[in-house]
């Protein structure tokens, strides 16, 4: 299938399994390729990916995930998400849509995958949590001389000047902003290994920010 087919796929597939189950309260079609599909690639826009290791913390239902993978094909991809339907949901969407080197983990991103620290090119958050959560949760699964986005709102420079220690004792450091449509990209170079206790255990992240 081309890349139009499997997005058509995706969708008629999100739409039927969100009458079961909420994977998402955007539900017009059109909303969704807008919403969903357009948002995720924004990161396309901004960066030259085209292969390497993607690990995309807290994916839902697939974004921005699974999208960069129907877009580019190359890059291995692994999806760690806390919510067992939403992780069966897109096992079935791999599987139908046969897409190749993607690895659908269930548990939370404190936990899922402790023994593959500092081991992925770049990774992505689309979650509504706060950039000082989000750093610790995807920082420690950055190889040095990677990369961490995060999909944010457009006013989002105070939530950066907060997250300026967390980023320091994470190995992290800010690079830039790239602003497009509704949403900011905030790009996080990782220049430093990341200290052995982060991320904390579950929960921590949230309730006691860096």
């Not at 659908?104 to 899922?112: L, M, P, S």
Request: with cysteine; proline share 5%.
């Amino acid at each position: 299938m081309n890349d139009r087919r499997l997005f058509e796929v995706y969708l008629k597939e999100l739409i039927e399994w969100n009458k079961k189950f909420n994977l998402t309260s955007i539900t017009d079609p059109e909303e969704v390729r807008r919403k969903h599909f357009d948002d995720s690639l924004l990161l396309l826009r901004s960066l030259d990916l085209n292969d390497g290791s993607v690990i995309d913390i807290g994916a839902g239902a697939g974004f921005p995930g699974i999208p960069l993978k129907i877009a580019r094909p190359r890059i291995r991809l692994t999806l760690i998400e806390a919510t067992k339907k939403k992780v069966e949901f897109m096992r079935h969407l791999v599987s139908l849509l046969d897409l190749q080197d993607v690895e659908v983990v269930w548990g939370r991103a404190e936990e899922a995958l402790a023994g593959r620290r500092e081991q992925f090119d770049l990774a992505v958050a689309r979650a509504v949590a706060d950039l000082t959560t989000l750093a610790e949760y995807c920082l420690p699964y950055v190889k040095l001389g990677g990369q961490f986005v995060a999909y944010k709102e457009l006013a989002i420079e105070p939530e950066i000047k907060r997250a300026g220690n967390a980023l320091k004792t994470l190995g992290g450091k800010f690079n830039r902003i790239d602003k497009h449509d509704a949403r900011s990209l905030v790009f996080i170079d990782k220049i430093s290994p990341t200290p052995p206790n982060f991320p904390r255990r579950s929960g921590m992240a949230k309730k006691r920010p860096l």
